[in-house]
Nanobody, 126 residues
Framework: QLQLVESGGGLVQPGGSLRLSCAASGFTLDYYGISWFRQAPGKEREGVSCVSGSSRGGSTNYADSVKGRFTISRDNAKNTVYLQMNNLKLEDTAVYYC?????????????????WGQGTQVTVSS
């Protein structure tokens, strides 16, 4: 059964860090990209970051709002993709989702996705 499970969300103060995990099962992670999205209350969902599959060189892409603060990485042996989030800001508060990406990560606003996780809440508050 194909599944993506996010974890690692929580409450953190501004300037703090969190590491989100996206654990994949039911398929070979190496063959696919994984994207992270987020959705804040009352706002549209936005692409945060993406890492492509090995056939595309494992290239990464980031939204301008998180460049320099977030880092996406993958551990194919553990079938897990991580999103390290540093220097968190109030506006990073959202539910974060990972999604399987069977294509290029070149344009975050148009990355193809086919399976999604259930999401994990990230709250940045003082």
């Amino acid at each position: 059964q194909l599944q993506l499970v996010e974890s690692g969300g929580g409450l953190v103060q501004p300037g703090g860090s969190l590491r989100l995990s996206c654990a994949a099962s039911g398929f070979t992670l190496d063959y696919y990209g994984i994207s992270w999205f987020r959705q804040a209350p009352g706002k549209e969902r936005e692409g945060v970051s993406c890492v492509s599959g090995s056939s595309r060189g494992g290239s990464t892409n980031y939204a301008d709002s998180v460049k320099g603060r977030f880092t996406i990485s993958r551990d194919n042996a553990k079938n897990t993709v991580y999103l390290q989030m540093n220097n968190l800001k109030l506006e990073d508060t959202a539910v974060y989702y990972c999604a399987r990406t069977p294509g290029s990560c070149r344009t975050l606003s148009r990355v193809p996705t086919d399976y999604w996780g259930q999401g994990t809440q990230v709250t940045v508050s003082s």
